[in-house]
């Protein structure tokens, strides 16, 4: 069973648009992260949560934003696509920081910009 | 700032052949972990290293870690196509607060008949 679930797989978006991913958990983590992967490249963090507090990663653009409204959900903000954000993006979540052992990573969603 | 290398970028053997993937990093710390990535997929865990010494083998794949070198290995004993895909590892930022990976570029395994 699945146990990071990101909605949708496969996302198109118009230029500009708002656009909005989702990640649930069953894991009950206390941490989620927010990953961006360009084609052949290697994934590169954004962002995570651990409970309520948001990290913000310092060269993450301020176009991106997340919200987590409770313990499973968390929600990745693209305010202005543009088209360089295109990219596959990744939710992962780890136990705790300290204690961290591994993170598990849901399957993805794809964003084309148009 | 934690640069983590990978070595090669591609790789292309032919089945049952051995070989090494190398992982090297800049800053002192004692997790690390490869992943796989199959094209248009996301990230599968493989190995999580906690400790200077760790070995771990999984099937064809064996994972060690020597923190004091800075350097871990992934090696491939008699591959086969269905090793072909992305490698890659991945090493935790030593900061007390974080448990934030810093990526290698990744290794694209092509493993030919």
């Known amino acids: 069973d699945a146990m990071v679930i990101q909605n949708p797989r496969y996302q198109v978006t118009q230029f500009g648009k708002p656009v909005t991913l989702s990640c649930s958990q069953t894991l009950n983590h206390n941490v989620m992260y927010w990953y961006q992967q360009k084609s052949s490249q290697a994934p590169k963090l954004l962002f995570h949560?651990?409970?309520?507090?948001?990290?913000n990663e310092a060269d993450t653009p301020d176009n991106f934003q997340s919200r987590r409204p409770n313990t499973s959900f968390c929600f990745l903000d693209i305010r202005s696509p543009g088209l360089g954000d295109a990219a596959m993006y990744l939710c992962?979540?780890?136990?705790?920081?300290?204690?961290?052992?591994?993170?598990?990573f849901g399957q993805g969603t794809r964003l084309t910009v148009v | 700032e934690l640069k983590v290398e990978q070595n090669p970028l591609f790789l292309s053997m032919q089945e049952g052949k051995n070989y090494t993937i190398y992982c090297n990093y800049s800053?002192?710390?004692?997790?690390l972990y490869w992943y796989r990535q199959d094209p248009g997929k996301s990230l599968e865990s493989l190995f999580v290293?906690?400790?200077?010494?760790a070995v771990k083998q999984e099937g064809r794949l064996m994972a060690s870690l020597d923190t004091k070198a800075r350097l871990s290995t992934l090696h491939i004993t008699a591959a086969v196509h269905d090793l072909s895909a992305t490698y890659f590892c991945a090493v935790d930022i030593p900061d007390t607060n974080a448990g934030k990976s810093t990526f290698g570029d990744g290794t694209t395994l092509t493993v030919k008949p």
């Open positions: 949560y651990y409970d309520k507090d948001f990290n």
């Open positions: 290293l906690l400790s200077n010494g």
């Open positions: 800053t002192t710390s004692d997790r």
């Open positions: 992962a979540t780890s136990r705790d920081l300290l204690g961290k052992v591994e993170a598990f």
